[in-house]
T-cell receptor, first 109, second 114 residues
Framework: EDQVTQSPEALRLQEGESSSLNCSYT??????LFWYRQDPGKGPEFLFT???AGEEKEKERLKATLTKKESFLHITAPKPEDSATYLC??????????FGKGTTLSVSS | DTEVTQTPKHLVMGMTNKKSLKCEQH?????MYWYKQKAKKPPELMFV???????INESVPSRFSPECPNSSLLNLHLHALQPEDSALYLC?????????????FGPGTRLTVT
């Protein structure tokens, strides 16, 4: 059974304190691993797609990486506006996204 | 432009009411989705349309009725809902149904059933 597990559930950082979020997955044939950001009461915002182990993508202070079992979302020198819930998801057999439960990031100044 | 729009933003309805949620995209995407999201939970799939045909119905109660009038529009008709149906309803679209394509989400409709 395809599964996605995110850790930690919650993460509190000081502004400028870099860290990483983890997404562990099991899937029979990875088609794509997706990262989303979701602000309270809003729809998820697409960040990255990773297709194969070793792939990396960057956007501003965020960098996503992929291995055969895990993906990491590295946040470098975060700012308060980076506070949100970050969701990792797999696409199950070309249909629904299977989401992890998310990591809620809080960055204080 | 990667915008998916949803109306209304907020909806309060009684258990005997009939209402509809609307979703629109102009990205030329051929797959469209309805998700339901409860507080502090990830989105859960309800329906998938591919090329305007219902592809997946995740055992959703019949009080929820989807409709895809054309390739840009997706509706969700609501009737005789229960208070536990209160949630954020999200529409999404992707280029096609294949698993390689990212899904773009709308801002959601916050539904409250009284």
């Amino acid at each position: 059974e395809d599964q996605v597990t995110q850790s930690p559930e919650a993460l509190r950082l000081q502004e400028g304190e870099s860290s990483s979020l983890n997404c562990s997955y099991t899937v029979s044939g990875l088609r794509g691993l997706f990262w989303y950001r979701q602000d309270p009461g809003k729809g998820p915002e697409f960040l990255f797609t990773l297709y194969s182990a070793g792939e990396e993508k960057e956007k501003e202070r965020l960098k996503a990486t992929l291995t055969k079992k895990e993906s990491f979302l590295h946040i470098t020198a975060p700012k308060p506006e980076d506070s949100a819930t970050y969701l990792c998801a797999l696409n199950q057999a070309g249909t629904a996204l299977i989401f992890g439960k998310g990591t809620t990031l809080s960055v204080s100044s | 432009d990667t915008e998916v729009t949803q109306t209304p933003k907020h909806l309060v309805m009684g258990m005997t009411n009939k209402k509809s949620l609307k979703c629109e995209q102009h990205m030329g995407h051929r797959a469209m989705y309805w998700y339901k999201q409860k507080a502090k939970k990830p989105p859960e799939l309800m329906f998938v349309y591919s090329y305007e045909k219902l592809s997946i119905n995740e055992s959703v109660p019949s009080r929820f009725s989807p409709e895809c009038p054309n390739s840009s529009l997706l509706n969700l008709h609501l009737h005789a809902l229960q208070p536990e149906d209160s949630a954020l309803y999200l529409c999404a679209s992707s280029q096609a149904l294949a698993g390689y394509y990212e899904q773009y989400f709308g801002p959601g409709t916050r539904l409250t059933v009284t």
